[in-house]
């Protein structure tokens, strides 16, 4: 019976075999390049992520350095500098903004330099400078009895990181007439408010005092007043 089945259908039964099994491997391969496409996928996906992950924490990471590169610039730039007082015998006395690693020379010409009553025997100039410190250059006369040679590394004697009333405290107060002002002027013996100001008034018109005997000419100083206050002035 099957071989009449056979010898009635042959034909029929190999063309439908032949039908299926090409359906069926065209669908494997459908199959087989639907799992490709989304592996591929999936691995694109994969790649796109790890390279924005990437570039976010690049991104991220630079802003940080450059702050971190500011702040650290920033700090060298503030530490570079320091302030100091200058006063004394300076032709511009004030709070000056130095450079680290400058000398006491260096404050005092950027201060416009000594006056010509300043004492440049009781100063170290090659001190250097540190942050706060007060420069003090004493006037002609003002540290008696002293000794360059004694002066420290640090700008001791007249030039201190303190001020120039801590040089000596048994060291008399010497008052320069031509440079003094009426405040100083009223520290000597015998003169007051009136003969102050007669002092100033007779130096900006006569120009500096030649001597400190030179101050007898100022109305009102005699010589009995001179006598008193001699040993206390220069010039």
Known sequence: MLEE??????????????????????????????RNDSTDKMIGNNLTSSSSSIQSSSNSATPMASGQDKETYAQRLASSKI?????????????????????????????????????????NLATQLSDQQVVYVP????????????????????????????????????????????AELLTLNGVGDKKAEQIINYREQQGEFKSVEDLKQVQGIGDKIFEGLQDAITV
């Not at 300076?90 to 009553?117: L, N």
């Not at 640090?154 to 009426?182: L, Q, R, Y």
């Open 5 to 34: 089945i056979w010898e009635k259908y042959q034909k029929q039964i190999i063309i439908t075999g032949i039908t299926v099994t090409i359906v069926v491997m065209f669908f494997c391969i459908l199959v087989g390049a639907g």
């Open 139 to 182: 006037i002609k006369g003002e540290i008696k009895n002293s000794d360059p040679s004694q002066l420290s590394a640090v700008g001791s004697s007249s030039i201190s990181s303190s001020s120039p009333s801590t040089t000596d405290s048994s060291t008399e107060k010497i008052v320069n007439i031509n440079t003094a002002s009426k």
């Open 83 to 123: 302030m100091v007082d200058v006063k004394g015998a300076v032709k511009s006395p004030g709070v000056y903004e130095v450079k680290s690693g400058m000398r006491i020379m260096d404050a005092i010409e950027i201060a416009g330099g000594m006056t010509k009553s300043a004492d440049q025997r009781n100063i």
